[in-house]
């Protein structure tokens, strides 16, 4: 968009004989620099996962969960979720696009994001709009939660969608792995299910925080190019 607002402007200096030469030498460089700094500042995928098993590693009885991360350059990493709606357990009554707490009790989508040192992010994402963000230094030692953020979602018959933007301060440095989960029933029908499971009959019960089945994801193919890896945001400066 920006180098197309360029040309337009520079077209009408190409036509004058006195600038001809100058303008079109201008004209190149000024696109060069651009298309430069855009390719700097643009993430150069998508990352895509589907949850498609239990917690325990069977196969699920429904359509599968699909999350998609992206980048918005200039506010975070862009989650996205389509997931089949169960409405079970129902709306939990806090005000959509807010934070809510013990949201983890509901219908939910889970994300986590663990660097080397056990440093983790924990996103929490409801079909009826409310959210949790928890940062954790280690396992199960959260820090901070109820972390704004915009998030919206919407519900199509059985189905429904879900986005969010987390931004780049929430994020521990050097994200390495990742998991993701998705809860849905009620009481002894409640399931529990895992992009990454645990192996089949080790566990007898379901804990999203074992971190050593947390897989390795390149962050960086979605991550902007000026995003330091290693550098140390406000909310993590005093426990890194």
Known sequence: MIIEIV?????????????VTVSCIG????ILVLRRTMSELEPASR???????????????????HLT????????MVIEVNAPFFNDPPNPGGQPGLPFQ????????????LNDKNQYLEAEFCPHGQHLVILLNGFRKPFKDMLNLTYNAVIHGNTWKGKAVIP???FPHGITRFNAYAI????????YEALYPVSKEKFSSPDFHRLEYFKKVD??????????ADQVSSLWKDIA
């Open 102 to 113: 013990g949201l983890w009790e509901y219908e939910v989508v889970e994300a986590f994001f």
């Open 184 to 191: 849905h029933g009620s009481a002894t029908w409640r399931v």
């Open 47 to 65: 990352l895509h996962f589907e949850i498609k098993s239990t917690w325990n590693n069977f196969s699920i009885d429904h359509p599968s969960i």
């Open 7 to 19: 040309k337009l402007i520079l077209m009408k200096v190409l036509f004058s004989r006195r600038f």
């Open 27 to 30: 004209f190149a460089v000024i």
């Open 219 to 228: 962050f960086k193919r979605i991550f902007p190019k000026t995003y330091q």
């Open 168 to 170: 780049w301060d929430y």
């Open 69 to 76: 991360l992206s980048s918005d350059v200039n506010h975070g």
